[in-house]
């Protein structure tokens, strides 16, 4: 008889204890072996930070550094260094792009970068005809980089506005590096110069 | 005669409404005869600032026509020239600029006085026709909210279903074992008294085979399972519905995680990311949303928390403070030991996300799909083919299996034949 109660007592408690190590609820990780090797002791990118008065970890480059990298091409290129105001605005069109050579593979590049960033709203027709302004949701009418005064604007500034904003468009810089945006705009403008090829007067492409 | 006045009254009658319904769309005809026109102009010269129902670089625009001092006149000169206006001192001008955070609007000399009628045409009819849809469906919305109940889970449904069946199978077995009792005591066989259930060994032996076999089960499977997260389903601060934006938006999964193919990580996007189209968006307008326990969410107040954490003040348009960080709640969380990069994988590889993600695009919460055990990760590895000839990070590299894939010695390279499996690969 006391043989009988061991095992079973021994089985309900091996059950008891497999209940209580399973997860129950959907906000419930589970358990883990380590601790200290799964929710890490150093700081993690998105970790808090004491040690900085805002708290964050995850720090903005020193101003006026330039991260390695991150220009196009070191020697020929000093960063974009326009502050963004509107003067600087005014005279964003006297920078050049600065991407040594245009080859087929910066355009591909240039049109893979403008159909994840830029498509959403501009379309992949540069109509400015995207899903989240044709459904209704984006108040506005994005840029069509058809019309006339698109297709005359430097790149320049199609770079400032980029990296800055422009009205209700947002600054890309934290999405696009330098090299990215002058990609996406040697795209854009080759797209452009076949506007201007044929002759395209602004009631020819203003059509819906 | 009664006849004939029933019918008298009832053509005069139906004159009547028909008279009326022609002036009435003869008129309305009129009031939007140049809307179309103006539409067209409204399309190319004003729709990239300004909406007519919806504040966006500029005002919403229907109603200003009653709103604004000088009536049309007013409107004329402020749309050729508007900084001509402001500096005139027009108290309602100052008061607008003032309150658009001194955003100018750029002069339209080449709109003549029937262009503005046209494009103010335009903005009417597209007000008027808002305003008759808002007052008509109301009770069209309400009967939406309470059909799409989410589905229940079926698990309850088989539970109950074996439970009677087991029932009705032990009854069964108990008749049966009465009615031999009782056809043993007829034909006068003596039978035993029967032990009860509890002192039987041959049910003790079984069930604390049984038992065992369960309690073995589940403790291998937990002990296994620590420490991997699969199904992990956190509350997040802000109701994100992927669903909203990579399913019915269609926006790509880079946009928003652009470092999935720069770097180790994938990239939390930045509230700037969330601002690029939510300082234009600030309202839901999707598909009714749930949490996964059923209880519906406002899509537009979970907007306004955006605001909140982003510092944005919806009303004066800009940013008023230095916002606070969201703190999304961690899922896919690999320890400390484990190096892994999602820019190998996304831009060498050219992994799909949804291979390791799941149907992301259908999730409102978003669970981990895949339980990221190491079998896991050296199963893929072991079957996964890799775009090797054409790839232009293998092209100087492995020129033992260039000739090889050239010779036909073999088909395709794997990832574990490029090392893989290697531990050190991902342990160091």
Redesign the interface.
């Known amino acids: 008889m006391r043989k009988q109660k061991l095992v079973i007592g021994l089985s309900a408690g091996m059950l008891s204890l497999a209940l209580f190590a399973c997860q129950a609820g959907r906000n419930n990780p589970g358990r883990i072996y380590a601790p200290d090797m799964y929710y890490s002791r150093a700081y993690d990118a998105y970790s808090v930070n004491l040690v900085y008065p805002d708290s964050m970890s995850s720090r903005p480059p020193v101003p006026g550094t330039v991260p390695r990298g991150h220009t196009v091409n070191a020697h020929e290129l000093l960063p974009f260094n326009l502050p963004q105001s509107d003067s600087a605005y005014a005279v964003s069109g006297q920078v050049k792009n600065p991407l040594p050579v245009i080859t087929q593979a910066t355009l591909e590049e240039g049109q893979r970068l403008f159909n994840i960033y830029c498509a959403i709203c501009h379309g992949e027709q540069l109509d400015g005809q995207g899903p989240l302004y044709k459904s209704g949701k984006f108040p506005v009418q994005p840029a069509n980089f058809h019309l006339p005064q698109y297709l005359k604007m430097p790149e320049g500034t199609m770079f400032y506005s980029v990296t800055y904003g422009k009205n209700l468009m947002g600054s890309y810089a934290s999405q696009l590096s330098e090299r990215q945006r002058w990609e996406v705009i040697a795209y854009i403008k080759s797209v452009q110069a076949k506007d201007l090829a044929k002759g395209a007067d602004s009631t020819s492409v203003a059509k819906k | 005669m009664s006849d004939f006045s029933y019918f008298g009254r009832t053509v005069k009658y139906l004159v009547i409404c028909s008279l009326a319904f022609c002036m009435f769309s003869f008129s309305a005809h009129h009031v939007y005869a140049d809307a179309q026109r103006g539409k067209?102009l409204f399309?190319?010269n004003c729709?990239?600032?300004?909406?007519p129902?919806?504040?966006?670089?500029g005002p919403a625009l229907y109603g200003k026509e009653n709103e604004v001092p000088g009536g049309r006149k007013w409107i004329y000169n402020w749309v050729h020239n508007s900084s001509a206006v402001i500096a005139s001192g027009d108290k309602y001008a100052v008061n607008l600029f003032n309150q658009w955070n001194h955003?100018q609007m750029p002069p339209f000399p080449q709109l003549t006085n029937q262009d503005i009628d046209d494009i103010l045409d335009y903005i009417k009819q597209v007000g008027d026709e808002a305003k008759q849809a808002a007052a008509a469906p109301a009770a069209g919305g309400q009967q939406g909210a309470t059909a799409a109940a989410p589905a229940s889970n079926n698990n309850l449904l088989y539970g109950i279903i074996t439970l009677v069946l087991a029932i009705v199978a032990l009854i069964l077995l108990q008749v049966n074992r009465s009615l031999n009792r009782m056809a043993n005591e007829k034909e006068g066989i003596e039978t035993r008294e029967p032990v009860p259930f509890y002192r039987n060994k041959t049910y003790?032996a079984l069930?604390?085979v049984v038992?065992?076999l369960?309690?073995?089960?589940?403790?291998t499977?937990?002990?296994v399972?620590?420490?991997?997260?699969q199904?992990?389903?956190?509350?997040q601060p802000i109701f994100y519905s992927h669903r909203v934006h990579a399913g019915i938006?269609?926006?790509?999964c880079?946009?928003c995680h652009?470092g999935a193919e720069?770097s180790k990580?994938a990239m939390?996007p930045?509230q700037?990311?969330c601002?690029?189209?939510h300082?234009?968006?600030n309202s839901y307008?999707g598909p009714q949303l749930y949490t996964?326990e059923g209880k519906a969410v406002d899509g537009t107040a979970e907007i306004q928390k955006l605001y909140y954490y982003a510092g944005w003040d919806p009303k004066q348009r800009k940013y008023v403070n230095?916002g606070h960080?969201i703190q999304?709640v961690?899922i896919h969380?690999l320890?400390?030991?484990v190096y892994f990069s999602h820019e190998q994988h996304v831009a060498v590889g050219k992994i799909q996300c949804q291979v390791c993600h799941g149907p992301i695009q259908n999730m409102d919460v978003v669970?981990q799909f895949s339980d990221l055990s190491m079998g896991w990760c050296v199963n893929c590895h072991r079957t996964t083919k890799v775009h090797f000839a054409d790839n232009a990070y293998y092209s100087n590299i492995f020129m033992k299996y260039h000739e090889e894939l050239k010779q036909g010695k073999i088909d395709s390279v794997t990832e574990a034949m490029l090392g893989g499996t290697d531990c050190q690969r991902c342990h160091y």
């Open positions: 067209q399309q190319q729709a990239q600032c300004h909406n129902l919806r504040d966006a670089t955003v003790i069930v604390s038992l065992f369960m309690a073995g089960y589940f403790l499977n937990a002990a399972n620590i420490g991997r997260q199904n992990y389903e956190p509350t938006n269609q926006i790509n880079l946009y652009a720069k990580h939390i930045s700037n990311i601002m690029n189209c300082m234009a968006i307008s996964p230095a960080p999304w961690k969380n320890p400390d030991f669970y």
